[in-house]
């Protein structure tokens, strides 16, 4: 198949709903997308549109990153939109049609091929004016199992904490997962999912009769101007019941020595799969502990960034970073063998990156957590938390807990008894 053609820009002079104008435009398309910077968002983009499911498995990776820097602040220009899974499988969508809302600004733009981009900017102010969107139906309850009980998981951290201390690896991200029968209107379940938990690099993607259903605050990659940035997360808090807990617990957070050791293994991890693909100087640590505030959780984000050799392609910086370190844990190829013998299953889409890659040279890529992964037959809700040697079984397994409730919540399945009960002793 040839790849996608460049998209033009044609400006929309309404306010735009994205999530209305998705219902009402991309519902009901095979393959469509909704990258949403979250409900009530004043910053950032959403991109939402449709096209053709990509066929090719080296047409992404073949992408060049090292262009010069955008003349405008357009985050897309025609690319493809997609995922790849933990163990590397990609699901592509190569955009034909899309619509960009600038949160900042209120501006939004149409975007197609040139021959075509006149027809869909009318196709779209059609249903601009009349486009609403009414509250998503309460979801029917349904009931998940767990991969691992909760007795069986505080094992395993014991089984981390042991590779630790015999010098096997610094920090093990250790994760599980819920399993619950397949929604019959994932859509729905998405839209419960971002006005419980908003968050900057939330997704809906659909490529055939699979799903990606996310809340994710985590970026894994930026490229821009040549220069790729990650911004891992490593230290989590629930947030608490009144500002001064919440306080507490942010602050907490911030210095807790654990989560901190937590942190900096993994920005140094990624300063070292970033500096393969680098030009040799430039790798910077641009953030390092600071504390991000979410509906339901805090979080402990640095940022590290590189300027990309010339000639760098996506396939040459998938090779180097992915998966992210802040899912494997350190030193990488060590903790996938020891975490593969752990987990004793695939974890499939979770744990991997949705996002665009732009012919332009320009890719953002989030983190596949707080998500629902929606299958032919099921549903799965991955979450997980990294182990060092300070680690208590107890906390682990309790974080789990925190992470796994509001995705669960939005398909209509609450924890199974065992697990949420860590939430009620909180």
Partial sequence: MPAPRPLQALPLPAVVDAEAVFLRLLADRNAAFWLDAGTGATAGWSILGTGRIEHDPTAVRSVLLDA????????????????????????WIAVERAIAVDHAT?????????????????????????????????????????RH????????????????????????CLTTRFTA???????SVYRRLRAATPAHHGGFIRVGDRMLLSASPEQFLEVAGGVARTSPIKGTRPRGAGAEEDARLAAELQADPKERAENVMIVDLMRNDLSHVGVPGTVDVERLWQVETY?????LVSTVSVRLRKGTTVGDLVDAAFPAGSMTGAPKESAMGILRRLEGARRGVYSGCFGHVGLDGGADLAMVIRSIVVERDH???????????????????????VKARAPLAA????LPHEWAALLQSR
Avoid at 118 to 129: F, G, Q, T, Y
Avoid at 295 to 299: F, L
Wanted: glycine share 10%; proline share 9%.
């Fill in 295 to 299: 509906p339901a959780v805090h979080q």
């Fill in 181 to 187: 029968p397949r929604p019959s209107d994932p859509l």
């Fill in 106 to 146: 209120g501006r939004a733009f149409a975007l197609a091929a040139e021959d075509e981009v006149d027809a869909w900017r009318a196709e779209v102010l059609a249903v601009v004016p009349t486009a609403s969107a009414a509250p998503p139906a309460d979801p029917a309850p349904t009931s998940a199992t767990a």
């Fill in 68 to 91: 010069a820097a955008p003349e405008d602040d357009l985050p897309f220009r025609g690319g493809w939109v997609g995922w790849l899974s933990y163990e590397g499988e990609g699901a």
């Fill in 411 to 414: 398909l209509g399945a609450g």
């Fill in 379 to 401: 549903a799965y809700v991955g979450a997980g938390g990294g182990i060092t040697w300070l680690s208590k079984p107890d906390a682990e397994a309790a974080e789990v807990s």
């Fill in 149 to 172: 009980g909760v007795d069986e998981y505080k094992k395993l951290v014991q089984e981390c904490r042991a590779a630790i201390e015999r010098g096997d690896a610094y920090q093990l």
